[in-house]
Structure formats: structure tokens, C-alpha cells
């Protein structure tokens, strides 16, 4: 069963721009794991943020973006705001099953 | 509005079983498929489940295959997950969630606020 990895932990300043990468155990990511981000605050059920890779959703706010970098899916918050300090995990396709990151959770400090 | 509700969690001995609920509303449910993704108490999710609308195609994660069953009841707008044969592993905050489209992917798009199963002797 393919391992999800993710940063454990990142910090950004207010204002600042980070990207959260997301790879995966048997290989480089690609389009074809339809790459999936979401933001879990503390006590709130996830929420979807980017969905095949660099789709946003309608929800989304502009300054968070979706991309392959490196051979893993990446997130990319320009302009952190202090709202957005929350836990964020990806998710990878292989085949039919789907397996979250472990997560990163991102602090705006 | 549209919203998904989890019940039926709560405290269990090891061995024992539990019949998991969410009720959909505001949204065509038997439109929708759905996914069960549980988080142990300070960790990630895990997926566990997957039905599609119409209950024709059927996927678990190798963690809960042969104890856990999905189901639904599109007339109720309900989505059932019976889990047999429990772990103390298998304690956490269990969601379920929906969304448009045929595959495990297509369905994260609404969540609910999750039930808690603990598994405790």
C-alpha cells in the first residue's frame, strides 16, 4: 500500500508565501493521482480546497494554488493570513483506493 | 441547507459491533456517492469506505475489509457503515462525506461533523 508523505510541520510569516508538498512511496506524482488538498481547523470537519491537482474550489480563496513540483503535488499559499493556520492534507489516487498524507500542520506566526 | 449528519457512535468492548447512520439533506442523495474517512484522537484521516449512488460499486481500505460494511438507503437519504469485529485501533471521529461524480475521489465535497467510536475495554 502506497505511503503518503507530507511536511509534519511548516511556519509561515503573515503575508508570506510557503508551499506544502505532497509525494508518494511508489514514485513521482503525477496528474494521473488526481492530487486533492484539504484544510482541517481545530474541532471543524475538513474542507476541500484544490481537487485534481490545481483545480480550485468554489470556495477557495485566490491565494492558494495547486501545482506538480518536483515529481510531488504541491500547495501553495501566497499572502498568508492568520485565518489560515490549520492542518492541511493531501490525498493521492492509486487505482481504486485513495490514501491521505499524514498532514502538515501549518503555522502563521 | 445542505448538510450530512453522523450518529450511532459511542463506546464499545473489543470484539463488539456498531451500526454507524448519516442522514443527507438539502442535496439529491441517491445523486451522490459517498465515502466514510475516520481521524484516530491527534491524527490524520484515513479513508476507509466508498458506495457509489446507486450502490453498484462497493471499495474498503485493507484496515477495515471483512469487519466494516457499507450500505445506503437512497428512499431514507441515509448512508450506514456496520463495523463488526472491533479494534481498539479502530477508535476515532468517524465523517461521512458526498459528492457528484463515479469515483472515491469525487466524493469529499460535503462532510459532515463526525460521530466518535471508542473502542475500549
Known amino acids: 500500500q502506497a505511503v503518503v508523505t507530507q511536511e509534519p510541520s511548516l511556519t509561515v510569516s503573515p503575508g508570506g508565501t510557503v508551499t506544502l508538498t505532497c509525494g508518494s512511496s511508489t514514485g513521482d506524482v503525477t496528474g494521473r493521482h488526481f492530487p486533492y488538498w484539504f484544510q482541517q481547523k481545530p474541532g471543524q470537519a475538513p474542507r476541500i480546497l484544490i481537487f485534481?491537482?490545481?483545480d480550485k474550489h468554489e470556495s477557495t480563496p485566490a491565494r492558494f494554488s495547486g501545482s506538480l513540483i518536483g515529481g510531488k503535488a504541491a500547495l501553495t499559499l501566497s499572502g498568508a493570513q492568520p485565518e489560515d493556520e490549520a492542518a492541511y492534507y493531501c490525498?493521492?489516487?492509486?487505482?481504486?483506493?485513495?490514501?491521505f498524507g499524514g498532514g502538515t500542520k501549518l503555522t502563521v506566526l | 441547507d445542505v448538510q450530512l449528519v453522523e450518529s450511532g457512535g459511542g463506546l464499545i468492548q473489543p470484539g463488539g459491533s456498531l451500526r454507524l447512520s448519516c442522514e443527507a439533506s438539502g442535496f439529491t442523495f441517491e445523486s451522490y456517492t459517498m465515502n466514510w474517512v475516520r481521524q484516530a484522537p491527534g491524527k490524520g484521516l484515513e479513508w476507509i469506505s466508498y458506495i457509489s449512488s446507486g450502490s453498484y460499486n462497493i471499495y474498503y481500505a485493507d484496515s477495515v475489509r471483512g469487519r466494516f460494511t457499507i450500505s445506503r438507503d437512497n428512499a431514507k437519504k441515509s448512508l450506514y457503515l456496520q463495523m463488526d469485529r472491533l479494534r481498539v485501533e479502530d477508535t476515532a471521529l468517524y465523517y461521512c462525506?458526498?459528492?457528484?461524480?463515479?469515483?472515491?475521489?469525487?466524493?469529499?465535497?460535503?462532510w459532515g461533523q463526525g460521530t466518535m467510536v471508542t473502542v475500549s475495554s
Open positions: 462525506a458526498s459528492g457528484l461524480g463515479l469515483s472515491i475521489r469525487d466524493a469529499f465535497d460535503i
Open positions: 490525498l493521492l489516487s492509486f487505482g481504486g483506493t485513495v490514501n
Open positions: 485534481d491537482t490545481s
